[in-house]
């Protein structure tokens, strides 16, 4: 994945269905699609916006020569093949949701999504995890690091704690 075009991409993980099951089946179609990847510790949360059974949430770094458009439609499938419900309302229990959070430097309103993802600035299970990946990088529309936006985040609106998890041999909550 060296072409000039590659993009670095940070996708958002989340299942609260069969959350083991569904998050080491995304990392696996993930690693064979996209090669290395990184991946950051998975925690463990409360539903935000219902009532539903604790998620499991964690953030992957990838590299990909796909568009926006094209990695959009990839995850919407990869989703879909894990049994997601679009008919579903948009805060209710998810086999798997994975969400761009940043595609490369690019940032506003790209392809009909806004980068870097909101979500960023509103969710410790989204701000946690990127901060552990992408801690020195900048948010360009806050002037801070990912590390520096998770000291300032009000830690007590949102609990989140690490859960052991094992991938592929690799222990995740080290």
Do not use: C
């Not at 569904?22 to 998975?42: C, P, R, W």
């Not at 579903?88 to 392809?111: C, I, N, Q, Y």
Request: aromatic share 10%; net charge negative; glycine share 6%.
């Amino acid at each position: 994945m060296s072409s000039k075009n590659s993009q670095l991409v940070y996708l958002s993980v989340g299942s609260n269905i069969e959350r083991y099951r569904h998050v080491s089946s995304a990392l696996d179609y993930l690693h064979q699609t996209f090669g290395e990847i990184e991946v950051s510790k998975v925690y463990e949360s409360e539903a935000v916006g219902f009532e539903g059974d604790n998620f499991f949430n964690l953030v992957v770094g990838i590299k990909t020569d796909k568009t926006l458009l094209e990695l959009n439609a990839w995850l919407k499938k990869l989703e879909n093949q894990h049994g997601r419900d679009r008919k579903a309302p948009k805060f209710s229990a998810r086999t798997l949701d994975v969400d761009v959070l940043t595609f490369g430097d690019h940032h506003g309103r790209v392809e009909g999504v806004e980068l870097p993802r909101p979500e960023v600035l509103e969710n410790a299970f989204v701000l946690l995890p990127l901060a552990e990946l992408a801690g020195d990088k900048i948010h360009p529309s806050e002037n801070k690091s990912y590390h520096q936006l998770w000291q300032d985040y009000d830690q007590s609106k949102q609990k989140l704690w690490p859960v052991t998890f094992n991938w592929q041999g690799r222990d995740l909550s080290a």
